[in-house]
């Protein structure tokens, strides 16, 4: 796992060999320690390169190693063996150095960094810090701002940010092996006491109370809640204070206080179902590993509303030639112009040129008719997407794949008007859709898999991190969101304030609670969809609207908001009140208060005192019950497709893992027992009701989530 060769008679060439991207293994750790014995005890040798295979230098961790018991030489001393050296040893960084691989190259005496490689010490994402002593290293490298700033962040740097920080030495374009070799035989003749980083003077600033103030409360800010930047702070603050030795016992005191905690295993969950909801299967066995997708060079989208437009954008900034369609003139240009002021923009953040010349502008659907695929972004209206798959079908070319971008229609009731259904399915975006994350792939029943994988393929090339799901009302995102919501309107008719809930689910982690949420997306948006349900329309009297709907519970509340012209920060008020229209400071409105407390009168409601427990049993609770009846009817395959998803759609708080995994840590048999205390007290609300599965899997003892999937037994799949 780590290859030793000697080249031009006296150098050490010591490569990782751990694909893809060499990760310190407990292999790799061993080979490294015994390779660097072997090269400072030959006394032909004179000089040390450490790299990368495949021109990766090293990745960190492996973090499958920290479910377990860890084998091996521990790092912490591998690399003051390193440092200690009397041989000049020097790290040849290609492709990337991240955590475990930054700290080994901090160890080292020289870093040579290839133009496009990029460093950085993410182990604050995983709810851990750098500890290896990289929170002692680096500050008395670089000073201590900038090391705050990195570990604290997790941010990557490019090689060129690297030499203006002083972390490494020198930048190529051509191999950093082979500079480094070179580098390291002039460096055989130069003293190493001034290149041990672990023995430099620490300059602190004079304000260092001061700095670490201010560093802690913008932190706090960032990262509410979260353990593993302030103890990433707690940690640079020991390599100021105290002697090498000594920060380095605090750095591994911090270090274990973090690793075990329900943080630290829900980031890492993260980590490992990002990648697991990309490895999708469909009934047939196709899976993502076997069908080849379709190779994307033109494609066309239809609609240049907020939603078309942010499309156009993520397709042209990969590559890809659009030609975007609207139907009257005004909307086009009022597009066109849109689109090529968010390329610019992107294009200058990125210091890229704008990929203006892969547009064009269209009023006529005819001109679609020979691109690979084809994204409709209408108006959110079945009728309306119906007569435009019609109408595309006649004029693309027998090949052209047909995506719907549609939050909760049904995809195969559009495929069924067109001529090729089976090339049809869901690309459910996120708005804004140039920088939400999310892509919702929507199989219909009839969806062919190479249409799938094209999407799922093509949505990777965007960016966007790709869950395949089932065809349902809502998919799961959304289906599930209407417990959540319906759940918080309840609360304010039983007592409590838009600002109490939002209020709790902040404290919780969430960046936005569901009242100021709705505030920003635009009350008018649920509205609609309530109307196009039968919930609300113009036979309700608004004045006195009923509190049961369909058979079960139903707050108008949101209702008689919008009835009021209330549409959140578009209109300047919402369920708070804003300066003006389109402002964002969010504050309680009395209005609302009399609203609900003339709703509770009229509807003999005794209002009560609700807790901030309540408020996140409920709303969360019946979150995950509503996905595990997901997981049940099989429109996700496993729990993790569903936290990626509120991970990255629905900002669900990382440190929690997502709504599932979140259950899983609460315990299953404590989320049953309240769901049925809630159940009991509200019959009328069926949600609550405890889904089949959750309840095998307490009557199974429990399963840990990454078991769940050997209980879910379905009829069928969705996907």
């Known amino acids: 796992m780590a290859r030793y060769e000697l080249v031009k008679g006296s150098l050490a060439l010591i490569t990782l060999t751990n694909p893809p991207v060499n ?44 479910a377990g018991p860890m084998r091996g030489p521990p790092l912490v001393m ?197 990648r697991t909801a990309g490895k999708w299967t469909l009934p047939s066995g196709a899976q993502w590993s076997n069908i080849k997708p379709r190779e994307i060079q033109r494609a066309a989208v239809i609609g240049l509303g907020t939603m078309g437009r942010g499309i156009a954008v993520s397709l042209a900034r990969v590559g890809i030639s659009v030609i975007a369609v609207e139907t009257e003139k005004k909307l086009l240009e009022t597009g066109r112009q849109m689109v090529i002021g968010m390329l610019d923009r992107d294009a200058k953040r990125r210091g890229v040129n704008a990929s203006l010349n892969l547009l064009q502008f269209t009023l006529n659907l005819q001109d679609v008719k020979a691109v690979d695929i084809v994204i409709e972004a209408v108006f959110e209206d079945m009728a309306l997407k119906k007569h435009l798959l019609q109408d595309l079908s006649k004029v693309c070319g027998p090949s052209t794949l047909l995506y719907t971008n549609t939050s909760g229609l049904d995809v195969d009731a559009l495929a069924g008007v067109t001529d090729r259904p089976h090339m049809v399915a869901g690309m459910h975006f996120f708005s804004p859709a140039h920088v939400m994350k999310l892509l919702e792939v929507v199989c219909g029943p009839r969806s062919s898999s190479e249409t ?26 959304n289906r599930m969101v209407k417990t959540y919501t319906d759940q918080a309107n309840f609360l304010l008719e039983e007592g409590a304030t838009p600002e109490q809930v939002d209020g709790a689910l902040e404290e919780f982690g969430f960046a936005m609670g569901v009242f100021r949420m709705s505030d920003l997306a635009g009350l008018d948006v649920g509205w609609r969809i309530r109307k196009e349900s039968g919930l609300t329309g ?9 509190r049961r709907c369909q058979g079960r519970r139903y707050s108008p509340i949101p209702d008689m908001l919008c009835e009021q012209g209330r549409m959140g920060q578009k209109t300047g008020r919402g369920w708070y009140v804003y300066d003006k229209p389109g402002g964002k400071e969010a504050k309680p409105d009395p209005v609302i208060q009399i609203l609900l407390e003339g709703y509770r009168v009229r509807h003999g409601i005794q209002p009560r005192n609700i807790s ?103 009829m069928h799949s969705h996907l």
């Open 23 to 66: 990760a310190l293994s407990s292999a790799v750790r061993h080979g490294i320690t015994e390779n660097i014995k072997l090269a400072l005890g030959d006394p032909k040798v004179k000089a040390v390169v450490i790299c990368g295979e495949n021109e990766r230098f090293c990745g960190g961790a492996d973090i499958r190693e920290f």
């Open 78 to 274: 591998l690399f003051d063996d390193i440092e200690a050296g009397e041989k000049p040893v020097v790290a040849a960084i290609e492709g990337m150095a991240l955590g475990g691989g930054f700290e080994l190259a901090l160890a080292c005496h020289y870093r040579i960094a290839h133009s496009k490689a990029r460093l950085g010490l993410p182990e604050v994402t995983l709810g851990l810090l750098p500890a290896a002593g990289g929170t002692q290293r680096l500050p008395r490298l670089i000073g201590i701002p900038a090391a705050l700033e990195l570990i604290t962040t997790g941010r990557h740097v490019s090689a060129q940010e690297a030499l203006k920080l002083g972390i490494v030495d020198q930048i190529t374009d051509e191999s950093a092996c082979k500079m480094a070799v070179e580098f390291a035989l002039r460096a055989v003749a130069k003293p190493l006491s001034s290149r041990r980083i672990s023995t430099l003077t620490m300059h602190c600033p004079p304000n260092l109370d001061a700095l670490f103030e201010a560093v802690t409360m913008q932190v706090q800010k960032k990262a509410q809640g979260i353990m593993a930047p302030l103890a990433c702070i707690q940690a640079v603050r020991a390599a100021a204070t105290l002697p090498y030795s000594k920060g380095m016992k605090r750095e591994s005191e911090l270090m274990a206080s973090l690793f075990s905690s329900s943080q630290a295993l829900a980031l890492q969950y993260c980590f490992f179902a990002q």
């Open 452 to 477: 799938i994988a094209t999407a799922m393929s093509l949505g990777k090339r965007m960016g966007k991190v790709c869950v395949a799901v089932g065809n349902c009302p809502g998919f799961v995102g």
């Open 612 to 714: 901030s427990q309540e408020i996140i049993e409920r709303c969360l609770y019946v979150l995950a019950n509503e996905g595990f009846r997901v997981l049940e009817d099989g429109i996700a395959v496993q729990p993790e497709d569903i936290d990626v998803i509120y991970l990255f759609g629905y900002g669900f708080p990382r440190h929690r893992g997502g709504p599932m995994f979140y259950a899983n840590m609460v315990g299953l048999g404590r989320v049953l027992d309240r769901l049925e205390h809630y159940y009991h007290a509200h019959p009328d609300v069926p949600h609550f009701e405890p889904s089949q599965l959750l309840k095998k899997l307490v009557a199974c003892g429990s399963p840990p989530i990454q078991k769940w999937k050997e209980h879910i037994k379905t």
């Open 538 to 546: 113009p036979d309700i009297d608004p004045k006195d609207p009923p």
